[in-house]
């Protein structure tokens, strides 16, 4: 079944790094779109960062950009965040999505596939 899970996440101080990995299963990884999302308590999920099927384009969130980078594996058919220079604002649960379409400058698309998440805490 289609599915997609990532890892990586974890609690760092201010300023800290982290590198989150979502790996996708069954499914032509290499047609779809890649995102990253966050939702915080109590707040909306947010469109982090997005990258197209071959990896040529992509788009970060400006709230991140300048310290997050998206990219993809698509030999291995994982997606990779790296985040740099966290802030206690980057606390929430981060999700990896895919869709079949996207207009990556605005993070629009049929986001779906949902993975389950990974937790990440950054502390002042």
């Known amino acids: 079944q289609v599915q997609l899970m990532e890892s990586g996440g974890g609690s760092v101080q201010a300023g800290g790094s982290l590198r989150l990995s979502c790996a996708a299963f069954?499914?032509?990884?290499?047609?779809?779109?890649m995102g990253w999302f966050r939702q915080a308590p109590g707040k909306g999920r947010e469109g982090v960062a997005g990258?197209?099927?071959?990896?040529?384009?992509?788009y970060v969130a400006d709230s991140v950009k300048g310290r997050f980078t998206i990219s993809r594996d698509n030999d291995k058919a994982i997606l990779y965040l790296q985040m740099n220079n966290l802030k206690p604002e980057d606390t929430a649960m981060y999700y990896c999505?895919?869709?079949?379409?996207?207009?990556?400058?605005?993070?629009?698309?049929?986001?779906?596939?949902w993975g389950q998440g990974t937790q990440v805490t950054v502390s002042s």
């Open positions: 069954e499914f032509s990884y290499t047609l779809y779109c």
């Open positions: 999505a895919r869709s079949p379409w996207c207009n990556i400058g605005s993070m629009q698309g049929n986001w779906g596939a």
């Open positions: 990258i197209t099927p071959s990896g040529a384009t992509t």
